[in-house]
């Protein structure tokens, strides 16, 4: 398909590509019912005049992320972050960096025991990605970020954290989590994705509003979370970028949030 060019910068930091025949890991909370590749993401993507964008490995294919990676190989307009085991090679890591791959995925939600990133295996981990200029990309529960942020921030790469923290629906934006998340911003090397607002209970228009207030554009970053698994029947691509703009209505904010985009995924 001709790309069509928006009429802004935008870079979508947050999609998945998968096949429901590809080898399903035994922890996934959800099954994919139907298939979304490559093509067809490519396809929404040139619709809506979106050129760069990210790939998060879904979490229910674990570590399987050999599908992603072919597809990161043959359109390099496209990143990828991957999910990994601490004992991977510096050798397998350096490959994937030559593939696309610039990231690692922490996908921690729904996990009823948190590894232990302060161990000697995950720290040696972790400074192999620093050494790649990878960062860490965090999803999990609001209410655990101020358990978990201040082991990532201790480490030496940079940190992503997913769906502006998950925020505890209860309480939202006046919650132990969002402060944490809030706070996190001090260490300069905290980003936070503005995304899957549709999986957030309450109102996303005061979440965005105070990330924006905080941190600034240059710490934040625009996702969709396309194909809407589980939501493919009530979101468009079209609605979550309506959304975006609801939550940063500056244009030139958004050009602040796409450029730094373009920078951290190594565009």
Known sequence: MTQTMATEPLVDTHAHIFRADLPMDKYALHLPKHDFTVDDYLTVLDTHGVWNAAIAAPSFLGTYNDYMIRDLIAHPRLRGTAI???????????????????????SL????????YTSNEYKRFFFRLADLGWHAHLHIEGQRLPQMLPILQALPMDLIVD??????PASAGKSEGFEALLNGFDNGRMWVKLS????IVCDQNPLARRLLEVGGPERLLWGSDCPFTDFEEKVSYRSVIDAYHDWVPDAADRAVIAEGSRKLYRF
Do not use: I, N, T
Not at 163 to 168: I, K, L, S
């Open 84 to 106: 990994l085991d601490p004992d991977v090679s510096a050798y397998d890591l350096r490959q994937m960096d030559r593939e696309g791959v610039v990231g690692v995925r922490l």
């Open 109 to 116: 939600r729904g996990r009823k025991e948190l590894p232990d």
């Open 163 to 168: 769906h502006m923290g998950r925020p505890d």
């Open 196 to 199: 899957g607002g549709f999986r």
